[in-house]
């Protein structure tokens, strides 16, 4: 089974990171509301655009969705 999304970005979390993605996982850390067991890129993108008003854009999102694509492939 595929590992969520946000399990994914968990890994990029960091308390000093200074980079977009880490800073984008540090803050969806926080989110409790945050669908963190969804694996799906319309639900994802949907919920940041509606409650991430800590996303300074949505591209941030999409290089951290290509990587887990990107991730997911390699895993077979």
Known sequence: MAKSF???L???RNHVG???ITNF??????DHSFP????CYDELSRYLEMNGDY???MS???EAWELYIQL???KG
Do not use: G, Q, T
């Not at 963190?36 to 694996?39: D, G, V």
């Open 6 to 8: 946000y399990h994914f």
């Open 10 to 12: 968990l890994r990029f």
């Open 18 to 20: 200074k980079d977009p």
């Open 25 to 30: 996982a540090n803050d969806v850390y926080h």
């Open 36 to 39: 963190k067991m969804s694996s």
């Open 55 to 57: 996303l300074p854009s």
């Open 60 to 62: 941030v999102f999409d």
């Open 72 to 74: 997911e492939k390699e």
